[in-house]
């Protein structure tokens, strides 16, 4: 768990701050539309995600269960940024978010159990707003809170609070691994919350060498237990670990060219060992493998691809021979095969349910519905599957499965 290299300090986490696109700008493809793009020149040939791809574009296959998050903070209060979710099971999903919101007084006509519905950000709160309960809850396959781990919230006080949530497929005891960017480390809680089993990193101590990282994102694991960590935004690197979290090496370094990162935001494997990485600043994903071999940039670790076009992608989940992105400006949903060849977009733009403002975090569960949780609006949505919906164009259930 560690090491990496001091760069510049992007905005906090999670918050589109980069300016929306000028007039003139590349078009957004709305639901509804089917485009064939080829773009002729060799000039323009940029790798298989590039624009000569097929693009396939086309409306949402799911139905998203409206208000399916059953609101539980005590009056005054609602739910903060969620950061995070993750789906055990169709019935036990872990959600993550940034403490409790303190709603206006009175509340503003419209208000639909989260802050978004009334306007505000979650993810930007004035002081005295944000409290810190419930910072790790789980709720049932109907959207009620079935779960709250407070004894773990003084964890994430005065912090940006829990990051991403993840489960290692192949991890018997289903260990909860949770991200605590500000604090530079990852916890791992039993699968109860009634301990804390491991921390990687020292806790509020950042660094670059092999047993601190810099705001650290994401975890991924491999079937010997071997970690990926996604290290970060003061680092500009993926940190390998062992399944004892101990530091084998590391690779990246800030940049825009091959191998290099601008805003580790994502990692993910997949069942051949590859690695994806959500190099978010520099829009782009980013392939990585462990057999092919170049000298040049890391004695075990090669570059084998580079997938651009993408505009503020959060979060990457692999199963099979899919990769879905979630893409955020504007918040899109893009499905690609292995090698980057772009396969399938639904939006997810707009307002009101099965619309986000920042998809920060989505999880597949074992019955092929997904969830997602929403970084600005401050709740997380359940979709299922519409029936006669194309199978090419839904995301498969998790391969390999839970343990």
């Known amino acids: 768990m560690r090491t990496s290299v001091l760069t510049r300090q992007p905005p906090p986490c999670g918050s589109p701050c980069r300016p929306t696109n000028p007039p003139g700008a590349r078009a957004v493809l709305r639901p509804g539309l089917l485009v064939l793009a080829v773009v002729a020149g060799a000039g323009l040939l940029a790798g298989p995600a590039s624009l000569q791809e097929r693009l396939v574009v086309g409306e949402s296959p799911y139905n998203v269960v ?39 007084d009175p509340v503003p006509a419209g ?69 605590n960017e500000t604090k530079h480390v990852i916890y791992a809680f039993s699968n109860d919350g009634a301990e804390l089993l491991m921390t990687l990193g020292e806790e509020g101590v950042g660094g670059d060498d092999e047993t601190h990282f810099g705001r650290p994102q994401d975890i991924a694991f491999l079937a010997d237990g071997t970690m990926f960590v ?43 060992g590859n690695i994806y990485v959500a190099d978010r600043n520099n829009d782009r994903v980013q392939v990585f493998n462990q057999t092919t071999r170049s000298v040049w940039y890391h004695p075990n670790i090669s570059p084998i691809g580079t997938w651009p076009d993408f505009d503020f992608p959060n979060d990457i989940y692999v199963s099979g021979y899919d990769v879905w992105v979630a893409d ?73 499965p839970l343990q």
Not at 257 to 262: N, P, W
Request: avoid cysteine.
């Open 328 to 400: 955020n400006m504007p918040p899109k949903m893009v499905k690609l095969d292995v090698n980057g060849n772009r396969l399938f977009t639904f939006s997810l733009e707009g307002e009101g349910p099965g619309t986000f403002r920042e998809l920060h975090q989505f999880s597949v569960d074992s019955n092929g519905a997904w969830y997602g949780a929403d970084n600005v609006r401050g709740l997380t949505q359940r979709f299922d599957r519409m029936e006669g919906a194309s199978f090419t164009e839904l995301m498969p259930r998790p391969n390999p």
């Open 230 to 272: 996604a290290d970060g935004l003061d680092n500009s690197r993926i940190v390998k670990l062992d399944a004892d979290g101990d530091y084998v090496t590391h690779w990246g370094v800030n940049g825009s060219g091959r191998g290099q990162f601008d805003g580790v935001h994502a990692v993910a494997t997949d069942v051949r």
């Open 111 to 179: 208000f639909a159990g989260f802050v978004g519905s009334i306007g505000l950000s979650a993810l930007r709160p004035e002081e005295g707003q944000r409290v810190w309960r419930n910072s790790i809850f789980v709720v049932d396959g109907d959207g009620n809170m079935t779960e709250s781990w407070t004894r773990w919230d003084p964890l994430f006080e005065g912090t940006n609070g829990p990051h991403k949530i993840r489960i290692s497929p192949y991890d018997p005891e289903r260990r909860v691994w949770v991200v």
């Open 66 to 104: 409206d208000g399916w998050m059953k609101p539980f903070a005590e009056a005054g209060f609602a739910w903060g940024s969620h950061s995070g979710v993750f789906a055990e099971s169709p019935d036990r999903i872990f959600i993550t978010q940034r403490g409790e919101f303190r709603l206006p």
